[in-house]
């Protein structure tokens, strides 16, 4: 029996071994998803802090995460997963799946800092006969460029002979990290058509959608692509809102009465975009293009998003200055610094370039998060005594005020509202001098 067809058995039969590199926001619930599923399994990561907690059934993730928590205790305490700093520990690992940081430059290059090292380091340890899986989301062309040129120097072995290789990027968000792995379709982009069908029958394991196959390519341009087409309709939306702001409409009512005609879907505006995917992803799918395509739409859309937190700047001067108070040494209370809301996740989060931004303008910061750490307290305590408060993050904790609340806590009765969280007639009824994206009715109070 070839080796490939031995390894199908042992994946249908779960009696293959499971590695998994980077223990993050994809490759922990990944590996407790497929320890659940009666694999044995074994994480890298190169914290140690991080592999302390998981091999205590402790999740070094926070923010709310339905069921991660009970999982990893659950799989951990029955022996089927364990975590270690040591690729030595990833010799008799059958499949490994590599889940690192894939971030690009100043200049929106890639930067596989991560991944190299990953490669490089496998190599050396990696079983005869593996398959080997990148799930983190890469520059079309990456699996022939650079990861399978890294493995073969490294290993020795040779693609397709001796391992094999393919790319079947993550579909997943905090909050929804479970949820994402078991209903989310993916795309197994196999080195050969008998390779994505071995990963057709290790995914089928956690994964109840569908299940798609393809070349390694097709696989990292559906991923890159999906998420450059949200990043360029966010986009809409935001310049939308800002057209709306400027015209003295309501986005929210504009929006709305777009979406009545068929086939539209305007989608929300806000104070910007962030996390770890979409601000990068539109810049590797472009990368992909290899220079040969003049890309103009992908550029667009990140410079309006990337613009959002600067508009929340102005925002916030504008409604001090018709308090009567100058940006310049006032106090800001943020709202938010995580980048989604109930996630302690602060992945290139808008909330930090309006802090920088608004500091530079002189202003003084205060800020509150309910999910990361050294923000987290009563926001009662960030709101009192504060000249504005600035939502950036619509969490659901902040629903739960009230335009009295900020009217009595603040110093001056100032709300900027970067998430429409909150009902501007009812914060306008309050005494309130309100601002919020894409609304762009006139204050007289």
Known sequence: MEKLDVLKQKVQDRTAVLGVIGLGYVGLPVACMFAQAGFSVIGLDVKQERIGLINQGVSPIEGKEPGLVELLAEVVQAGRLRATLDYRQLEGADVVLIDVETPVDEDNRPRYTALRAACCSLGPVMKDGALVVVESTIAPGTIDGVVRPLLEESSGKVCGRDFYLGACPERVMPGKLLANLRHMSRVCGGSSPEVSDVMVALYRHIVEADL??????????????????????????????????????????????????????????????????????????????????????????????????????????????????????????????????????????????????????????????????????????????????????????YRALKPEDFKELLRLPVLVDGRRLFDAGAARAAGLIYRGVGEGVIDKS
């Open 212 to 397: 798609d196959t393809a070349d390694p390519v097709t696989a990292e341009l559906t991923k890159t692509a999906e998420n450059a087409y949200r990043d360029v309709n966010i986009a809409f939306a935001n310049e939308l809102a800002l057209i709306c702001e400027a015209a003295g409409a309501d986005f929210l009512r504009v929006r709305e009465l777009v979406n009545k005609s068929p086939g539209r879907n305007v989608l929300l505006a806000g104070a910007g975009v962030g996390g770890h995917c979409i601000p990068k992803d539109p810049w590797l799918l472009a990368y992909g293009a290899g220079g040969k395509v003049p890309v103009r739409l992908i550029p667009a859309a990140r410079a309006v998003n990337d613009g959002m937190p600067a508009h929340m700047v102005e925002l916030t001067a504008e409604a001090l200055a018709a308090s009567g108070r100058d940006l310049q040494g006032a106090r800001i209370a943020v709202l938010g610094y995580a980048y989604l809301e109930d996630s302690d996740d602060t992945r290139n989060s808008p909330s930090a370039a309006f802090v920088e931004q608004i500091k530079g303008r002189g202003a003084q910061v205060v800020i509150h998060d309910p999910w990361v750490e050294g923000y987290q307290g009563d926001v009662r305590d960030c709101l009192r005594g504060s000249d504005a408060a600035v939502l950036m993050v619509a969490h659901q904790s």
